[in-house]
């Protein structure tokens, strides 16, 4: 009996096979298999948001997106987010801010105010984002 893997891959896993999908040709010599199909990403992105409005229960939402990278997956969050949200019995509020972030870390406090990387957040954000006390 093979040993259940939950949300992981194996490091040996070979992937899948690129004669499974389609790809732009100019990829074509550079690809050797596909770690994670397009397809699962969006699946789990699904759940994400699911899971996020099981936990929230339906409250107001304020998403930050870190820029740089992670806009497409806070574009398809929220996307799924607001049709859970369209299909429910109850109208959740939804506000999307950016920020940036560098690899090391700037934190300083100012009078109940927290300076993360140039945004002040209000002390009733903080308490759902931050859990560090100044």
Not at 29 to 35: C, F
Not at 67 to 87: M, P, Q, T, W
Request: glycine fraction near 6%.
């Amino acid at each position: 009996m093979m040993p259940e893997v939950r949300n992981g891959i194996m490091d040996d896993w070979p992937g899948y096979d690129l004669s499974l999908f389609t790809y732009p040709q100019h990829y074509y010599g550079d690809l050797e298999y596909v770690l994670i199909p397009h397809g699962i990403i969006v699946d789990r992105i699904e759940r994400l948001a699911k899971d996020i409005m099981k936990d929230i229960g339906y409250c107001d939402i304020m998403v930050l997106c870190v820029l740089k990278g992670g806009y497409k997956f806070c574009a398809d969050l929220v996307e799924h987010l607001k049709n859970i949200s369209r299909n429910s019995d109850r109208c959740v509020s939804m506000k999307v801010d950016f920020i940036r972030l560098k690899s090391y870390r700037i934190e300083q406090c100012y009078k109940s105010k927290k300076l993360i990387i140039g945004y002040f957040l209000a002390p009733s954000l903080m308490n759902d984002c931050v859990e560090k006390e100044c």
